[in-house]
C-alpha cells in the first residue's frame, strides 16, 4: 500500500510539473509574441455602381483599426463618380460611437471640390442616432490628417 502511495504522489508531482511548464510556456509565448493586428473592414456597395444619382453614391468604405492599442483609425472611401460638375461636392462622413451606447457621437467628414482639392470637418454629435449625426456642432478642433485623389485607372 504504501509503494502504490509513493507511485501516485511522483505521478502527481509530473502532472504538476508538466502542467505548470505548459502554463509557463504559454505565457512566454504569448508575452514575446508579434502583437496581433486587426484586419481592415471593407464594405463593397453591393447594389453595384451608379445605383444612387450623382456625386452620392459610393463604390466601397474601408475602415482599418490597425493594431491592438492603436490610437488612430483610418477611413477610405471610394466614388463611383470621380468628377463633378458646378458648385457640386463629393461629401463622405463617418461615425464614431466613443461611448460604447450604439448612438453616433462624432461624425469625421471630407468634402472633395469640383477642382479636386478636399477639406476635412469634425461634427460632435447629439448621440441619439446610430445612422446619423443628430443636432451637428462644428467646429471642433482635431488632429485628423486626410487626403483626396483619383486612383488612375478606377
Not at 502527481?12 to 505548470?20: I, N, Y
Not at 461634427?123 to 446619423?132: E, L, M, N
Request: hydrophobic content about 40%; overall charge negative; aromatic content about 8%.
Amino acid at each position: 500500500m504504501k509503494e502504490q502511495h509513493r507511485v501516485r504522489r511522483g505521478r502527481a508531482r509530473r502532472l504538476m510539473a508538466g502542467g505548470v511548464f505548459v502554463i509557463a510556456g504559454f505565457m512566454i509565448a504569448t508575452v514575446f509574441a508579434p502583437a496581433a493586428s486587426a484586419v481592415p473592414i471593407t464594405i463593397v456597395d453591393d447594389a453595384g455602381a451608379d445605383d444612387e444619382p450623382g456625386q452620392k453614391d459610393l463604390n466601397f468604405l474601408t475602415v482599418d483599426y490597425g493594431a491592438p492599442g492603436a490610437n488612430t483609425i483610418d477611413v477610405n472611401w471610394g466614388w463611383d463618380d470621380t468628377a463633378t460638375s458646378g458648385n457640386n461636392t463629393r461629401d463622405a462622413c463617418a461615425l464614431f460611437d466613443s461611448d460604447g451606447d450604439g448612438f453616433a457621437n462624432f461624425s469625421y467628414c471630407i468634402i472633395v471640390q469640383t477642382n479636386g482639392t478636399s477639406t476635412d470637418q469634425l461634427y460632435s454629435c447629439g448621440d441619439t442616432a446610430a445612422d446619423r449625426c443628430t443636432n451637428p456642432r462644428l467646429p471642433i478642433a482635431d488632429t485628423s490628417t486626410f487626403a483626396a485623389s483619383i486612383v488612375p485607372d478606377s
